[in-house]
Nanobody, 119 residues
Framework: QVQLVESGGGLVQPGGSLRLSCAAS????????MGWYRQAPGKQREFLAA??????TYADSVKGRFTISRDNAKRTVYLQMSSLKPEDTAVYYC??????????????WGQGTQVTVSS
């Protein structure tokens, strides 16, 4: 079993930044690939970024604006988001991936954290 708890969401103005955190517990190790996804109202869940070891990969929609990282000692994965746009508004989820590339999510999702980009 894996438990994931996201935090750090909120309301931010366009052009602003936020850092999301995902605290992991249970059957997860520093070798487990981790990813971030988001889901906007009326849309499918969208892959954003993944990290495995020292490797990272990003969706084109966030490349250059978002950065994924992990602190294995704290069992936490981060998503640093900058230059935020209104279209980044969504619920953001982390996932303990089956595979890093191509990124294939497992059934282990957190509860999500809401990010709203609006002036």
């Amino acid at each position: 079993q894996v438990q994931l708890v996201e935090s750090g969401g909120g309301l931010v103005q366009p052009g602003g930044s936020l850092r999301l955190s995902c605290a992991a517990s249970g059957s997860i190790s520093s070798f487990t690939p981790m990813g971030w996804y988001r889901q906007a109202p009326g849309k499918q869940r969208e892959f954003l970024a993944a990290v495995s070891g020292g490797r990272t990969t990003y969706a084109d929609s966030v490349k250059g604006r978002f950065t994924i990282s992990r602190d294995n000692a704290k069992r936490t994965v981060y998503l640093q988001m900058s230059s935020l746009k209104p279209e980044d508004t969504a619920v953001y989820y982390c996932n303990a991936l089956h595979t890093y590339y191509p990124p294939r999510p497992s059934d282990y999702w957190g509860q999500g954290t809401q990010v709203t980009v609006s002036s």
